[in-house]
């Protein structure tokens, strides 16, 4: 059994391939399987010794006339692209049957796989080292008794405004702040900036040896989660059922909605930018999840 799994693009996305390749061993028992991803985020997945092959590409839905190509060559007894790639994918994922799904479960029916089970988790996988080069990035820098935090994503509905205020009790308390992410993220003031200092499995390990990651319905909570990190997620225009990081070590804080939404989630498309639910989130809300151990 020869299987090609196209799953190219976000991170969050990305990371549920790990999940994925486990449900075809699932259904198959065996199986040889190729991975088609975008090259950035090769990294998270090049440790999984149960992919065989991964295939690269700058950017795969600029060139996906070479999907189509080895398709053709009969080359695969099964192809698995559950990523949603036009409009009328799009409109088959809000039907009402499927709208209430987890993406990966979405994904997992998409390719006609095993339901996860209760006890599933993300997973990631790094190096050894990656864990030294991660441990020499904490001694070299002084940090310690540490929170890190990601503050921005692609979907400004998403987005919570008060980390400032939040990082402001943080240090008041003792508590070092690590802020992750781009470089085109505002910068928290206070904070140790580690934006795009470190690989994407390293920085699931400077979470996982956090007292907390504190994030948002992002690609960054899902690496945290992965790699094992005690994760506070915060989530308004989406849902823990549908959309995020999942887990044991997961805290999920979600909003309640505003009266003009009428209980609809925008799943980041917010329609009242003004006043974005995720805001009614208090920091005290947030303080509270913090873990105490």
Same mark, same amino acid.
């Given at each position: 059994?020869?299987?090609?799994?196209?799953?190219?693009?976000?991170?969050?996305?990305?990371?549920?391939?790990?999940?994925?390749?486990?449900?075809?061993?699932?259904?198959?028992? $065996?199986? =040889?399987?190729? @991975?088609?991803?975008? %090259?950035?985020?090769?990294?998270?997945?090049?440790?999984?010794? $149960?992919?065989?092959?991964?295939?690269? =590409?700058?950017?795969?839905?600029?060139?996906?006339d070479k999907?189509?190509?080895?398709?053709?060559?009969?080359?695969?007894? %099964?192809?698995?692209?559950?990523?949603?790639?036009?409009?009328?994918?799009? @409109?088959?994922?809000?039907?009402? *049957?499927?709208? #209430?799904? #987890?993406?990966?479960?979405?994904?997992?029916?998409?390719?006609?796989?095993?339901?996860?089970?209760?006890?599933?988790?993300?997973?990631?996988y790094s190096?050894?080292?990656?864990?030294?080069? @991660?441990?020499?990035?904490?001694?070299?820098?002084?940090?310690?008794?540490?929170?890190?935090? #990601?503050?921005?994503?692609?979907?400004?509905?998403?987005?919570?405004?008060?980390?400032? =205020?939040?990082?402001?009790?943080?240090?008041?308390?003792?508590?070092?702040?690590?802020?992750?992410?781009?470089?085109?993220?505002?910068?928290? =003031?206070? @904070?140790?900036?580690?934006?795009?200092?470190?690989?994407?499995?390293?920085?699931?390990?400077?979470?996982?040896?956090?007292?907390?990651?504190?994030?948002?319905?992002?690609?960054?909570?899902?690496?945290?989660?992965?790699?094992?990190? $005690?994760?506070?997620?915060?989530?308004?225009?989406?849902?823990?059922?549908?959309?995020?990081?999942?887990?044991?070590?997961?805290?999920n804080i979600?909003?309640?909605?505003?009266?003009?939404?009428?209980?609809?989630?925008? #799943?980041?498309?917010?329609?009242?930018?003004?006043?974005?639910?995720?805001?009614?989130?208090?920091?005290? *809300?947030?303080?509270?999840?913090?873990? $105490?151990?």
């Amino acid at each position: 059994m020869k299987v090609m799994l196209v799953l190219v693009r976000t991170l969050g996305d990305v990371i549920l391939i790990n999940n994925l390749v486990d449900g075809i061993l699932k259904k198959f028992g $065996k199986a =040889e399987i190729d @991975v088609y991803i975008n %090259e950035q985020y090769k990294c998270l997945i090049d440790r999984n010794k $149960k992919i065989s092959t991964i295939y690269t =590409e700058k950017d795969w839905f600029s060139c996906w006339d070479k999907i189509i190509d080895i398709v053709s060559t009969g080359k695969y007894d %099964e192809v698995m692209i559950p990523q949603q790639l036009n409009s009328e994918d799009n @409109v088959w994922h809000q039907l009402e *049957e499927y709208r #209430h799904q #987890h993406l990966v479960d979405f994904y997992l029916q998409r390719c006609r796989l095993p339901n996860r089970t209760k006890d599933e988790k993300l997973q990631i996988y790094s190096t050894v080292s990656d864990e030294v080069d @991660v441990q020499k990035f904490i001694s070299l820098n002084n940090i310690a008794n540490y929170i890190v935090i #990601h503050t921005t994503t692609l979907a400004p509905g998403k987005n919570w405004s008060k980390f400032q =205020e939040l990082t402001n009790v943080l240090l008041s308390e003792g508590i070092q702040v690590v802020q992750v992410g781009g470089k085109t993220d505002k910068l928290i =003031e206070g @904070v140790f900036d580690a934006r795009e200092l470190l690989t994407i499995p390293q920085l699931g390990l400077l979470a996982d040896r956090a007292i907390n990651f504190i994030g948002l319905d992002s690609g960054l909570s899902y690496v945290a989660a992965a790699s094992g990190a $005690k994760v506070i997620v915060i989530q308004g225009s989406t849902i823990p059922k549908t959309s995020g990081p999942w887990g044991d070590n997961v805290t999920n804080i979600v909003s309640k909605t505003l009266p003009e939404c009428m209980n609809l989630r925008c #799943h980041g498309n917010c329609r009242f930018p003004t006043g974005k639910c995720i805001d009614l989130i208090s920091i005290d *809300e947030v303080l509270s999840a913090i873990n $105490k151990k």
